[in-house]
């Protein structure tokens, strides 16, 4: 293992240093993967993002999106970029698996891995770690890295600031998760004064919908979701045909779920959907509701208490049994 003293002097030198993070990238996974990069090449170290798949496009604006390789569309290339790294930083996520055909090539190569990330967890193949569960975002995880263990705070500049901002404004729910501490605001009023214009990030992330997207998500509403009152607890069911009808593209169905979690007494909110040949579920929940547990114990999955997810090989009909048939076990937790 690397301690911080021998990171330090690995940072002090022009390294090969290769991002990445976790299969179909969010917010807070390409905010703080860009973050990093805007503030490696400062320092002139020869850095790229490299992500595993493709990602929404409300996200492509960010500084450096240009330099961002998609693993499957430039294989070639990452793969020569992952064998000679010296450094590979692995963002927002704890277990190779979830950077899917990645894995193999990060797994054997020599370079040095540093992990950062607020997961509960973590696998253990990094040779560093800045790791911490209590963060509502990795984002801020990188902003604390930088800032602090490495003692670089001025080289949080705009670009930097920007991809930060947007990792912990879209991992805290626009800053309304119970993990959005004064700490985390605090940190925040550091990135709009490096230069962030937060009002600008929340119009790009949040006012910027197709119209498909849109249309899909009064059809998920109108005609997809159930409220089950006795478990205080709705469900969005998501089919092939409906993603087909509303030629759904990457990003789409992204936060459809919180209206679910808005309902007036609502304690879980699941939104499943049927793409790639397996189901997928993701689970919000408000207070101490463990969504966690559920993904974890029952779906494959994992997360965190309030924001979880999963995924199953089973059809999309028995996924949705199942989950139902796990609501008595929790009963009390749903409806005090």
């Known amino acids: 293992m690397l301690d911080t003293g021998a990171l330090i002097d690995l940072l002090s030198q022009p390294q090969k240093i290769v991002i990445t993070t976790h299969h179909k990238p969010d917010g807070d996974a390409l905010g703080s993967s860009l973050g990093l990069y805007n503030y490696l090449i400062q320092l002139g170290h020869h850095a790229r993002v490299i992500a595993p798949s493709d990602y929404p496009d409300f996200l492509t604006w960010m500084p450096g999106n240009e330099e961002v390789l998609v693993f499957p569309e430039t294989k070639e290339e990452a793969l020569a970029l992952i064998e ?11 277990s190779l698996d979830r950077i899917n ?55 949080i500049n705009k670009d930097v600031a920007t991809s930060l901002y ?36 929340h119009e790009l992330v949040y006012n910027s919908a197709s119209e ?5 998500l009064g059809h998920c509403l109108s005609n ?22 509303f030629d759904v593209k990457t990003g789409d169905t992204e936060g459809i779920v919180n209206y679910a979690l808005s309902i007036t007494s ?20 408000k207070g101490e509701f463990p969504a966690n547990e559920i993904c974890k114990l029952y779906f494959n999955g994992g997360g965190h208490r309030n924001a979880a997810g999963g995924q199953s090989t089973d059809g999309i009909d028995q996924v949705v049994e199942q989950f139902k048939s796990v609501l008595p076990k929790y009963k009390k937790l749903l409806i005090q």
């Not at 000679?84 to 704890?94: G, Q």
């Not at 790791?131 to 984002?139: G, L, Q, R, S, V």
């Not at 912990?168 to 962030?196: E, K, Q, W, Y």
């Open 166 to 201: 947007t990792g912990i404004m879209t991992d805290s729910a626009s800053f309304r998760l119970p993990n959005t501490t004064s700490d985390v605001h605090r940190v925040v009023a550091d990135l709009i004064d490096a230069g962030a214009v937060n009002w600008r990030i």
């Open 101 to 155: 055909d990645m894995a193999g090539p990060v797994r054997e190569s020599a370079a040095k891995k540093i992990m950062i990330d607020h997961h509960l967890d973590p696998a253990d193949f990094d040779d560093y770690r800045h790791w911490n569960i209590n963060a509502c975002a990795t984002a801020q995880l990188v902003y604390d890295f930088i800032a602090n263990v490495l003692g670089h705070k001025v080289y």
């Open 266 to 285: 609502i304690r879980l909110a699941a939104f499943i959907v049927e793409r790639d040949g397996q189901v997928k579920m993701s689970l919000r929940s």
């Open 224 to 245: 997809c979701l159930e409220v089950l009152h006795e478990f205080n607890t709705a469900v969005i069911v998501l089919r092939k045909q409906d993603l087909a009808a």
């Open 212 to 216: 498909n997207r849109i249309r899909l």
């Open 84 to 94: 000679n790294a010296s450094l590979i930083f692995c963002l927002d996520f704890n």
